[in-house]
T-cell receptor, first 115, second 113 residues
């Protein structure tokens, strides 16, 4: 398996623009997670899905952030409008329901810079 | 509530010498504990996990960790550091339901030749 695939790997945009990050989980995995990593706050869970259904979005910073999972093989994280404080590395991770809870498989991340 | 404290933000070792990364946790439940490694510009990769079986856990690349309930610790060790071990390491605790992980602040390891 190719692992969790994220795109784009790098995104530079201007404040106010819409940003869409994409994730393809490992085939057969039932859980999908979006994390954000910054120097100041470390790794934060934004939202996670089980069988394409959002289960907990309490980590989503504000209404400018939204996430969808239209099918088992694709998820998006959208920021509209973007702000400089959204600059971070965004990771997608997936897990098999039969796997050990906490054993996540991470993508290589999408590094977002908002100018 | 659960929390994780990694006692060192940076550790510097010479190649071939032992590595010790310290982690203390607090949890209201019997915890599951993990160590992840992140190489530069890469995602996190699971090194090893503790899930209430043996207290000494062996992971990949020669790493191991010991769960000590009395000390609420889960320190990571490796007897002989390799240059490829230069990375950031995260200690992680999982709540009872398992889907919300709490990450420590990370320990950046530098390996000197």
């Amino acid at each position: 398996d190719a692992g969790v695939i994220q795109s784009p790997r790098h995104e530079v945009t201007e404040m106010g623009q819409e940003v869409t990050l994409r994730c393809k989980p490992i085939s057969g995995h039932d859980y999908l997670f979006w994390y954000r990593q910054t120097m100041m706050r470390g790794l934060e869970l934004l939202i996670y899905f089980n069988n394409n259904v959002p289960i907990d979005d309490s980590g989503m910073p504000e209404d400018r952030f939204s996430a969808k999972m239209p099918n088992a093989s694709f998820s998006t994280l959208k920021i509209q409008p973007s702000e400089p404080r959204d600059s971070a590395v965004y990771f997608c991770a997936s897990r098999d329901r039969g796997g050990v809870t906490g054993e996540l498989f991470f993508g290589e991340g999408s590094r977002l810079t908002v100018l | 509530a659960q929390s994780v404290t990694q006692l060192d933000s940076h550790v510097s070792v010479s190649e071939g010498t032992p590595v010790l990364l310290r982690c203390n946790y607090s949890s209201s439940y019997s915890p599951s504990l993990f160590w992840y490694v992140q190489h530069p510009n890469k995602g996190l990769q699971l090194l090893l996990k503790y899930t209430s079986a043996a207290t000494l856990v062996k992971g990949i690349n020669g790493f191991e960790a010991e769960f000590k309930k009395s000390e609420t610790s889960f320190h990571l060790t490796k007897p002989s550091a390799h240059m490829s071990d230069a990375a950031e390491y995260f200690c992680v605790v999982s709540e009872a339901a398992g889907n919300k992980l709490t990450f420590g602040g990370g320990t950046r390891v530098l390996v000197k030749p």
